[in-house]
């Protein structure tokens, strides 16, 4: 009798172990994929209209890496919204007074100061504090767009349990004292994007220890590199950028050798990475937006990019259904 009961319980491991075997073979039999998302202000409305289209291809996504409002997008994803959620956003939300910190009440008021802030026409212009502490260049603090994406996160799907997981995210940034990239993977997430999307000269840059971060655009505005480092054995860039740079030349290579920002000008490490980024995704896709460009946040421009955005997604659909084929080990 214990015979027969040592030979059934072994059939059983035999069984379990085959059946965990299958399951890892099987996991390992679809490549990994990145999705990476370029900056464009406006423009990134086109992003959702493409994710539409890879929703309904059902491409897994693996992991995303995204540039300034790449970055609001790839992390509000990564979070569990999904493309219809982030196009209800952009359709409903103000977004120029969101992005101006502008105080709706007080829009019809030339001049207002209250709390040590200064407005104008609701925009806040000065704040007292800044001026006594000199606080880092930009006018615009981004105080209610951080609140804004803080509140998207702390209650995303994600948060309330009604997706899993997240889908690992990494966004960039740019570091103005050292003028080099920095990909932001840990800590808050709304002060990531906030970061990565922090217009040098409009908005003030977020410190983080001893960094001082802006737009990751001024580093890597199509992170590729990045999600191949994330582990993306493929990847699908949506490269929002209207006009390329394959014989650039900096108007400011004469202050090349005067040291920090200024060399920086002069070399423009950015273009050259963006030009080896953009041939280095297995899937480009990069929307013709025409005469589209990052401030047009007005209601029709966003439904116009959106629908161009889907339109480019539908055009891309039977590379998409062989996509995930073709990649199959």
Known sequence: MKKYLFVFLLLICCGLS?????????????P??????????????AAIGILKELEREKIPIDYIAGTSIGAIIGGLY??????????????????LALLADRDTTLVGKVYK?????????GFPVRRKADANNKVGFGMLHG?????FLDSLVSRSPVQRRVVKQAIPFSCVAFDIRRQQEIVLDTGS??????????????????????????????????PVDVVRKMGADIVIAVDLQQRKHDDYHSPFSFLKGLGGILDWLAE?????????????????????????????????????????????GIKYRKQLETFMKDHQR
């Open 18 to 30: 085959l059946m965990a075997q299958q399951q890892s073979q099987g996991e390992v039999t679809r």
């Open 32 to 45: 990994k994929v990145g999705l990476v998302l370029g900056g464009g202000g406006a423009k990134g409305a």
């Open 78 to 95: 990564a979070q569990g919204y999904r493309a219809d959620d982030l196009e209800k956003l952009f359709r409903s939300q103000n977004w």
């Open 113 to 121: 100061e209250e709390n040590g802030i200064i407005y104008v026409f």
């Open 143 to 147: 105080d209610h767009v951080y609140n």
């Open 189 to 222: 997430m709304a002060r990531n994007m906030r970061a990565s999307m922090a217009i040098p000269g409009a908005f003030k840059p977020v410190q983080i220890d001893t960094l001082m971060l802006v737009d990751g655009g001024m580093g890597n505005n199509l």
């Open 268 to 312: 423009r490490p950015d273009i050259k990475k963006y030009n080896v980024n953009r041939t280095k995704a297995d899937l480009y896709i990069n929307p013709d937006l025409g005469t589209y460009g990052v401030t047009d946040f007005n209601v029709k421009a966003i439904r116009d990019i959106l629908k161009i955005g889907e339109d480019t």
